[in-house]
């Protein structure tokens, strides 16, 4: 009689166990209201709402399960840098990304010899 009692306890006792919150894998942040807001209003206050947002983000990647800087991260951030002209570090944060993520190598590729390309025409003229 004990027995039968005691193991709708252990399965109620197991299956409690199993009802914690998963961890989400990347941290973003306010990265995405401050995408949000960009959209709607393209001004340069929120690109750099939206910099700062995505450079925040990746400094508090090291305090999240992953330790991992959310996919899209680094590139987002190399387009910013190319729209502020500093192709140097755009280059360098889709570097970042195609390494963290080599999926988007081929994309990263394109990228960022489009971004040379462009670099090279601006310095001929």
Same mark, same amino acid.
């Given at each position: 009689m004990l027995m039968k009692a005691a193991l709708p306890l252990a399965a109620i006792a197991l299956l409690s166990g199993c009802a914690t919150k998963?961890?989400?894998l990347y941290n973003y942040g306010t990265y995405s209201e401050s995408y949000y807001a960009y959209k709607?209003?393209? %001004?340069a206050e929120n690109l750099l709402a939206m910099q700062q947002a995505i450079l925040t983000a990746i400094?508090?990647?090291n305090d999240s399960v992953s330790k991992r800087v959310a996919p899209g991260m680094y590139a987002n951030l190399g387009y910013i840098y190319f729209k502020q002209g500093d192709t140097?570090?755009? &280059?360098h944060y889709f570097e970042m990304e195609k390494g963290l993520y080599p999926? %988007?190598?081929h994309f990263m590729d394109r &990228?960022?010899?489009k971004v040379?390309?462009?670099?090279?025409?601006g310095a001929k003229s």
């Open positions: 998963p961890q989400a709607q209003d393209t %001004s400094e508090n990647a140097k570090q755009a &280059v999926e %988007s190598a &990228v960022i010899e040379r390309k462009a670099e090279a025409k």
